[in-house]
Structure formats: C-alpha cells, structure tokens
C-alpha cells in the first residue's frame, strides 16, 4: 500500500487536500523510513534522502530541484517537478514590469509627487520583439501572452521548437544572433552547467542600449559584474531581478545600488497548495496504474 510523507513548511495545507480527494489506496505517514513517496520542498527532501530507506517516487513543490539532482546525492527514484502551474504567475510578473516600463509608471509617480503636469508619450508592446531564453511551460505561456499584445516572439533553446506563439527560433550557437535588435530579453532557465552566465559581457554588448533583461530562472545564469557594468554605462536600459546568484542577497553587493534595477526577492511565482495538490492527484493516479509520470526530471540534465 503507497505511503506518503509530506515534507513542506505548509504541511497541513497539502494533507487537507489530498485527504479531502480520498485517494484510493493511499496512507499518510510521518515516518521517513516508512514512506515510498514524498511530497515537498527539495531541500527538505534532501536532508531526509539517508533516512527514506523505501523511496520510489518524490514529487517536488518546485520547479527547480537542485538539492535532488545535485551529482553527490541518490538517485534511485523516480523524480517529479511542478511544472504546467507557473506559467500564468509568471506571465503576470513579467508584464507587469514590461507594462511598468513602457508605460513610464515610476515617472507618472514622481510626476505626481513633484507637482508637475507631464505628458510624455508611453510606449507600447505591441511591435516590440521579446525574446526568450528557454521555452518551456513557463517560456510557452509567456509567448502566448507576448502574442495578446502584438509582440514577435523569439525563442532560444537547447532543443525544443514545440510553441505555436513562437516567431522563431534559435539553437545552439545562435545566441547571439538571438539577442540582436531585442527590446525585451526574458530568461527562463533552470539551473543547470550549461546555463552558467549564460547572459554575459558579450550578450550584453549584442542587446540594444535601449533593451530591458528580466530574470525569473535561476540567478547562475548571470554574470552579476557585466550586468552592473552595462547598467552603470548606459548600455542596457532596465534589468528586472527576482533570481540571484546567492540568495538571499548580500547586503554590499553591488545590486543595492546599480541604477536602473529593480528587484523583487524569487516571488515572482510561488507554489500554491491547491496548485501543487491537484497536480500530485494527478501523478498519484498515474502511479496507481502504472503509467508515467507527468513531469519526471532527468537527474543528468537537472530539469
């Protein structure tokens, strides 16, 4: 009989959920060494992996999994992600900056504050090209939302070509053909060797001066000296941070106080219970019956 351990900071939130679904066959349990399936946060899982003797199957509240898939660890299981429930948050974020800056809103508010009547044009998205560097689910529904607005759409990935609302798209070392004449450059990578400042001095230099970089993937895949350096110089307009290279975000480091960069602290999507749950009801069912499951990782790849 399938034994379940949930292993998040939300705990009771997830166990209402999948208790209130009457999953046949399924007990819960609080007992590591007793449970072939977990439910919960990669670190925690992490920390538990010595002590869950029978594990078959983990699936993670997270997209990214990298306390699992890290080399050192066991992988004698099947791994799961959250994927197919990030793609709408995500969107949401990313227009909201994209709409924030062409539609000038921080100097609407110091207008304001200021007392003085300005009618400076706003820009519009509609024209404008987007690029993403890597579409997958979350790359896919921001395409389709960049296509709400009128926007071409590139896409850069290692493989995968599969979005309809994709213009084009580039493949390996097509990079900086990618980038070129982009006004909104979007990064949307795991965590993986192969995306390690990825976004670098020389991509930097290829963008216009007058192009906006946002990063909602993970923080390695920017080199963080030549994104300030080309803020400080003029040569990329806006950067929009939610991802960094050590979180959280020493208190010295230079991004406090580069210009022209906003910051929000890896919220741009968090993981909803009632997202989550449905999505493990799913996989459970799949598992019950002997079929694969939704969104396994490749422990070699790291997504």
Known sequence: MPTL????????????????????????????????????????????????????WVQAIYAGVEPLVDPTQRHDYILTNARGVFGGPMSEYVFGYLLFHEKRVLERIQAQQSMQWQRGESGLLRGKTIGLLGVGSIGAHIAATAKHFGMTVRGFTRESDSSADVDQYFHGTDLLKFVEGLDYLVCILPRTEGTNQIVDSKLLAALPPHAVFVNVGRGNAVDEPALVKALNEGKLAVAVLDVFEKEPLPEGHPFWTTPNLYMTFHTSAISYPEDIAKLFIENYQLYLAGKPLKYVVDFERGY
């Open 5 to 56: 351990l949930i292993l998040t900071r939300d705990a009771d939130k997830y166990e209402r959920r999948i208790v209130s679904a009457q999953l046949p066959g399924l007990e819960l349990t609080s007992d590591p060494a007793q449970s072939d399936i977990v439910l919960g946060e990669p670190k925690l899982i992490q920390d538990a992996l010595p002590r869950l003797s029978s594990l078959k």
